[in-house]
């Protein structure tokens, strides 16, 4: 038995939006991954959800370079030059990759922290696995560089302390202050 044609309108129970949409683009980016492994082919999926969230998938190359191959295809074929010609059409433009940028960035700082993790592949979860280690030995060695940093000022600081301490003795041979400053009062 078939399945019946599906009537492309609005979902309109926000349940089933939501439940059909996380389905489709699951089914949206198999498909991507499939015609990337299978014709070996640079594939770009960019989904941004009802509520502004960012899904995206590319194959073999990262999603940043598969735009670039775009840009510059698209600009050595007059499309892009034609369409934002005026000034305020480039600023539209620019305002758009500006806002997809801001959009992975946001994405990729949310995968560095942990969160929506469901979406990424086993190749990208290593290359954030990657990332966190590299920037954790970072840390380390910045932290390890402050310490001994401030060990060394102590150091000094002590040795200085020391230094001044040791000044200070021989400069005053040893007496009794207060000996030295009694009366005689030794009548005879």
Not at 7 to 12: A, D, G, M, P
Not at 37 to 51: G, T
Not at 133 to 149: H, Q, T, V, W, Y
Request: net charge positive; proline share 1%.
């Amino acid at each position: 038995m078939g399945r019946g044609k599906v009537q492309l309108r609005r979902i309109e129970n926000n349940v089933s939006r939501q439940v059909t949409f996380s389905k489709r683009r699951s089914g949206l980016l198999k498909k991507a991954h499939e015609i990337a492994v299978l014709c070996d082919a640079d594939v770009a999926v960019i989904v941004f959800s009802a509520k502004g969230r960012l899904y995206e998938y590319s194959a073999h190359t990262s999603m940043d370079r598969i735009l670039e191959q775009y840009e510059r295809f698209s600009l050595s074929e007059g499309n892009v030059a034609e369409e934002f010609t005026d000034l305020e059409g480039c600023m539209n433009y620019d305002h758009i990759k500006l806002s997809s940028r801001i959009e992975a960035l946001q994405k990729s700082r949310r995968n560095l922290m942990g969160e929506q993790l469901d979406s990424l592949t086993a190749r990208e979860v290593q290359q954030l696995e990657q990332q966190i280690g590299n920037a954790l030995r970072n840390i380390r060695l910045r932290k390890e560089r402050m310490l001994m940093e401030q060990n060394n000022i102590l150091e000094k600081e002590k040795a200085e302390v020391l230094e001044a301490s040791l000044h200070k003795n021989r400069a005053a041979p040893f007496c009794n202050d207060t000996v030295a400053f009694l009366p005689n009062l030794n009548i005879w």
